[in-house]
Protein backbone atom coordinates (compact mmCIF):
# COMPACT_ATOMS: atom_id res chain seq x y z
CA UNK A 1 0.00 0.00 0.00
CA UNK A 2 1.64 3.25 -1.05
CA UNK A 3 1.38 6.34 1.79
CA UNK A 4 -1.44 9.03 1.29
CA UNK A 5 -0.26 11.96 -0.59
CA UNK A 6 0.08 15.01 1.74
CA UNK A 7 2.03 18.59 0.76
CA UNK A 8 5.30 18.81 2.81
CA UNK A 9 4.56 22.06 4.03
CA UNK A 10 1.63 24.58 4.12
CA UNK A 11 1.49 28.17 6.29
CA UNK A 12 -0.22 30.95 7.18
CA UNK A 13 -0.51 33.79 9.48
CA UNK A 14 -2.45 34.24 12.70
CA UNK A 15 -5.93 34.23 12.33
CA UNK A 16 -6.07 33.14 9.01
CA UNK A 17 -7.61 29.61 7.64
CA UNK A 18 -5.09 27.07 6.57
CA UNK A 19 -6.28 23.63 4.25
CA UNK A 20 -4.29 20.87 3.99
CA UNK A 21 -5.06 18.29 1.58
CA UNK A 22 -4.64 14.23 1.58
CA UNK A 23 -4.79 12.05 -1.44
CA UNK A 24 -5.42 8.77 -1.41
CA UNK A 25 -7.17 6.01 -4.09
CA UNK A 26 -10.49 4.20 -4.22
CA UNK A 27 -8.71 1.42 -2.34
CA UNK A 28 -9.02 3.37 1.01
CA UNK A 29 -9.99 7.60 0.99
CA UNK A 30 -12.26 7.18 -2.09
CA UNK A 31 -14.38 4.12 -0.63
CA UNK A 32 -14.18 4.36 3.35
CA UNK A 33 -15.23 7.53 5.72
CA UNK A 34 -12.67 6.27 7.65
CA UNK A 35 -9.83 9.31 7.89
CA UNK A 36 -8.76 10.79 10.88
CA UNK A 37 -5.96 13.53 10.96
CA UNK A 38 -3.14 13.55 13.61
CA UNK A 39 -1.35 16.73 14.92
CA UNK A 40 2.32 16.28 16.36
CA UNK A 41 4.44 19.10 17.43
CA UNK A 42 7.88 18.52 17.58
CA UNK A 43 9.08 15.67 20.22
CA UNK A 44 5.70 14.61 20.90
CA UNK A 45 3.25 12.26 20.66
CA UNK A 46 1.00 12.54 18.06
CA UNK A 47 -2.74 13.20 18.87
CA UNK A 48 -6.04 12.43 17.43
CA UNK A 49 -7.69 15.46 15.92
CA UNK A 50 -10.45 14.60 13.64
CA UNK A 51 -11.45 11.03 13.09
CA UNK A 52 -14.01 9.46 10.17
CA UNK A 53 -13.71 12.59 8.26
CA UNK A 54 -14.95 15.26 10.50
CA UNK A 55 -15.57 13.97 14.04
CA UNK A 56 -13.68 16.09 16.64
CA UNK A 57 -12.69 13.75 19.86
CA UNK A 58 -13.65 16.06 22.99
CA UNK A 59 -11.70 18.36 23.87
CA UNK A 60 -10.33 19.70 20.36
CA UNK A 61 -11.14 23.21 19.37
CA UNK A 62 -14.14 23.58 16.48
CA UNK A 63 -11.59 25.10 14.89
CA UNK A 64 -10.18 22.23 13.19
CA UNK A 65 -12.38 20.55 10.93
CA UNK A 66 -12.33 17.78 8.38
CA UNK A 67 -14.31 16.97 4.93
CA UNK A 68 -13.70 14.76 2.00
CA UNK A 69 -14.68 14.77 -2.00
CA UNK A 70 -13.99 11.78 -3.86
CA UNK A 71 -10.15 10.28 -2.81
CA UNK A 72 -9.07 13.27 -1.10
CA UNK A 73 -9.86 14.43 2.63
CA UNK A 74 -8.86 17.64 4.03
CA UNK A 75 -7.97 18.87 7.41
CA UNK A 76 -8.91 22.70 7.49
CA UNK A 77 -7.77 25.08 10.91
CA UNK A 78 -9.34 28.61 10.91
CA UNK A 79 -7.98 31.15 13.16
CA UNK A 80 -4.76 29.81 12.95
CA UNK A 81 -2.90 30.06 16.13
CA UNK A 82 0.86 29.85 17.01
CA UNK A 83 0.04 26.50 19.38
CA UNK A 84 -1.23 25.29 15.91
CA UNK A 85 2.30 24.91 14.40
CA UNK A 86 3.12 21.53 13.81
CA UNK A 87 2.82 17.76 11.45
CA UNK A 88 -0.05 16.85 10.66
CA UNK A 89 -0.58 13.20 9.21
CA UNK A 90 -3.79 12.00 7.68
CA UNK A 91 -4.77 7.99 8.02
CA UNK A 92 -7.00 5.81 6.15
CA UNK A 93 -8.63 2.50 6.27
CA UNK A 94 -8.19 0.49 3.09
CA UNK A 95 -9.77 -1.90 1.52
CA UNK A 96 -7.10 -4.84 2.95
CA UNK A 97 -8.21 -4.63 6.19
CA UNK A 98 -5.32 -2.06 7.08
CA UNK A 99 -4.29 1.23 7.93
CA UNK A 100 -2.29 3.55 5.98
CA UNK A 101 -0.68 7.31 6.72
CA UNK A 102 0.10 10.03 4.83
CA UNK A 103 4.16 11.43 4.49
CA UNK A 104 2.92 14.45 6.55
CA UNK A 105 2.91 18.15 6.36
CA UNK A 106 4.60 20.88 8.64
CA UNK A 107 2.37 23.69 9.35
CA UNK A 108 4.03 27.11 9.92
CA UNK A 109 2.82 29.97 11.56
CA UNK A 110 3.85 32.90 10.57
CA UNK B 1 -7.70 6.89 32.46
CA UNK B 2 -6.62 4.43 30.03
CA UNK B 3 -2.87 4.38 29.65
CA UNK B 4 -0.38 2.54 27.68
CA UNK B 5 3.13 2.25 28.41
CA UNK B 6 5.64 0.31 25.71
CA UNK B 7 9.00 -1.69 27.07
CA UNK B 8 11.67 -3.27 25.27
CA UNK B 9 15.42 -3.10 24.57
CA UNK B 10 16.80 0.16 23.29
CA UNK B 11 19.22 -0.76 20.66
CA UNK B 12 18.92 -4.29 18.87
CA UNK B 13 21.92 -5.70 16.45
CA UNK B 14 21.01 -6.13 13.09
CA UNK B 15 19.31 -9.58 11.61
CA UNK B 16 17.92 -10.04 14.69
CA UNK B 17 14.40 -10.11 16.03
CA UNK B 18 12.91 -7.23 18.01
CA UNK B 19 10.53 -7.75 21.01
CA UNK B 20 8.47 -5.11 22.12
CA UNK B 21 5.49 -5.16 24.54
CA UNK B 22 2.77 -2.85 25.45
CA UNK B 23 1.48 -2.96 29.02
CA UNK B 24 -1.86 -1.62 29.21
CA UNK B 25 -3.73 0.28 32.25
CA UNK B 26 -6.94 1.67 33.12
CA UNK B 27 -8.93 -0.67 30.59
CA UNK B 28 -9.08 -4.49 29.48
CA UNK B 29 -7.24 -5.12 26.12
CA UNK B 30 -10.04 -8.01 25.87
CA UNK B 31 -12.93 -4.78 25.84
CA UNK B 32 -15.32 -5.39 23.07
CA UNK B 33 -14.87 -3.20 19.84
CA UNK B 34 -11.29 -2.21 20.59
CA UNK B 35 -8.00 -3.08 18.16
CA UNK B 36 -4.37 -2.39 19.32
CA UNK B 37 -1.91 -0.77 17.37
CA UNK B 38 1.30 -0.88 16.74
CA UNK B 39 2.90 2.57 14.96
CA UNK B 40 6.44 3.57 14.35
CA UNK B 41 8.58 6.92 13.33
CA UNK B 42 11.70 6.55 12.16
CA UNK B 43 14.17 9.46 13.19
CA UNK B 44 12.99 12.50 11.46
CA UNK B 45 10.16 10.60 9.42
CA UNK B 46 7.00 10.16 9.04
CA UNK B 47 4.19 8.05 10.83
CA UNK B 48 4.15 3.96 9.55
CA UNK B 49 1.34 2.00 10.56
CA UNK B 50 2.67 -1.65 11.32
CA UNK B 51 -0.24 -3.51 12.22
CA UNK B 52 -2.92 -4.19 15.28
CA UNK B 53 -5.05 -6.76 16.92
CA UNK B 54 -8.46 -6.88 17.23
CA UNK B 55 -10.02 -7.95 21.05
CA UNK B 56 -11.10 -10.89 19.75
CA UNK B 57 -7.17 -12.17 18.67
CA UNK B 58 -7.77 -11.69 14.86
CA UNK B 59 -4.44 -9.32 13.68
CA UNK B 60 -3.99 -7.12 10.78
CA UNK B 61 -0.47 -6.18 9.45
CA UNK B 62 0.85 -3.48 6.68
CA UNK B 63 1.67 -5.85 3.79
CA UNK B 64 5.33 -4.29 3.22
CA UNK B 65 6.16 -5.80 6.87
CA UNK B 66 3.95 -8.80 6.56
CA UNK B 67 6.55 -11.12 6.36
CA UNK B 68 8.31 -10.09 9.39
CA UNK B 69 5.76 -8.99 11.62
CA UNK B 70 3.52 -10.89 14.41
CA UNK B 71 1.60 -9.42 17.21
CA UNK B 72 0.25 -11.03 19.76
CA UNK B 73 -1.58 -10.36 23.26
CA UNK B 74 -1.56 -11.47 26.67
CA UNK B 75 -4.64 -11.23 28.37
CA UNK B 76 -3.76 -12.29 31.72
CA UNK B 77 -1.02 -9.63 31.89
CA UNK B 78 -3.21 -6.82 30.02
CA UNK B 79 -0.53 -6.65 27.51
CA UNK B 80 0.06 -6.81 23.86
CA UNK B 81 3.43 -7.51 21.75
CA UNK B 82 5.27 -6.63 18.64
CA UNK B 83 7.96 -8.73 17.28
CA UNK B 84 10.02 -7.93 14.01
CA UNK B 85 12.40 -10.06 12.69
CA UNK B 86 15.47 -10.04 10.29
CA UNK B 87 16.37 -6.32 11.46
CA UNK B 88 17.94 -3.66 9.27
CA UNK B 89 19.30 -0.10 10.03
CA UNK B 90 15.84 1.39 8.44
CA UNK B 91 13.87 -0.49 11.29
CA UNK B 92 15.26 1.93 13.72
CA UNK B 93 12.38 4.72 14.76
CA UNK B 94 10.20 5.41 17.60
CA UNK B 95 7.94 2.77 18.43
CA UNK B 96 4.34 3.29 19.61
CA UNK B 97 1.89 1.40 20.93
CA UNK B 98 -2.28 2.52 20.40
CA UNK B 99 -5.48 2.33 20.74
CA UNK B 100 -8.67 2.40 18.17
CA UNK B 101 -12.17 1.75 18.77
CA UNK B 102 -13.89 0.54 15.81
CA UNK B 103 -12.81 2.51 13.19
CA UNK B 104 -12.02 5.32 14.68
CA UNK B 105 -8.67 6.99 15.06
CA UNK B 106 -6.51 6.39 17.60
CA UNK B 107 -7.49 7.91 20.53
CA UNK B 108 -4.83 7.16 23.57
CA UNK B 109 -1.18 6.43 22.33
CA UNK B 110 1.98 5.05 24.29
CA UNK B 111 4.93 7.52 24.95
CA UNK B 112 7.03 5.66 22.64
CA UNK B 113 10.33 3.62 22.43
CA UNK B 114 12.95 4.36 20.50
CA UNK B 115 14.81 1.33 19.36
CA UNK B 116 17.90 1.69 17.37
CA UNK B 117 19.79 -1.26 14.75
CA UNK B 118 23.37 -1.09 15.02
CA UNK B 119 26.14 -3.24 15.68
Known amino acids: QSALTQPPSVSGSPGQSVTISCTGTSSDVGTYNRVSWYQQPPGTVPKLMIYEVNNRPSGVPDRFSGSKSGNTASLTISGLQAEDEADYYC??????????FGAGTKLTVL | QLQLQESGPGLVKPSETLSLTCTVSGGSITSSSYYWDWIRQPPGKGLEWIGNIYYSGSTYYNPSLKSRVTISMDTSKNQFSLKLNSLTAADTAVYYC???????????WGQGTLVTVSS
Open chain 2, 98 to 108: ARRWGYEGLHY
Open chain 1, 91 to 100: SSYTSSSTWV
